[in-house]
């Protein structure tokens, strides 16, 4: 499974931002992970197949997440973003629902709210 994200860069407090992730095929759940120095990994998003999604609460109401099956690519939607979001973002597949530590991971791109 290959994945490439996309859409990161350098955005100024309070505007927005939207990530894509084109992958070769979908898992059950697509997750976005994001982890900034000195900080552990975090769930921020998954949407599973039948769309249904999940936020962390760090972002909920801001972030929004959805799929694309025709461009086979999944959207990160971020809105009034702040300097905590401030991290880089992979694109991860979930087999389950629990388990994207397990999953493939995408390069990952960076986004900077300064």
């Known amino acids: 499974v290959q994945l490439v994200e996309s859409g990161g860069g350098l955005v100024q407090p309070g505007t927005s931002a939207r990530l894509s992730c084109v992958a070769s095929?979908?898992?059950?759940?697509m997750v976005w992970v994001r982890q900034a120095p000195g900080k552990e990994r975090e769930g921020v998003a998954s949407?599973?197949?039948?769309?249904?999604?999940s936020y962390a609460d760090s972002v909920k109401g801001r972030f929004t997440s959805s799929r694309d099956y025709d461009k086979n690519t999944v959207y990160l939607q971020m809105n009034n973003l702040n300097a905590e979001d401030t991290s880089l973002y992979y694109c991860?597949?979930?087999?389950?629902?629990?388990?994207?530590?397990?999953?493939?991971w995408g390069q990952g791109t960076q986004v900077t709210v300064s």
């Open positions: 949407i599973a197949n039948d769309g249904t999604t």
């Open positions: 991860v597949t979930d087999r389950d629902g629990a388990s994207w530590s397990l999953g493939y």
């Open positions: 095929e979908f898992s059950l759940y």
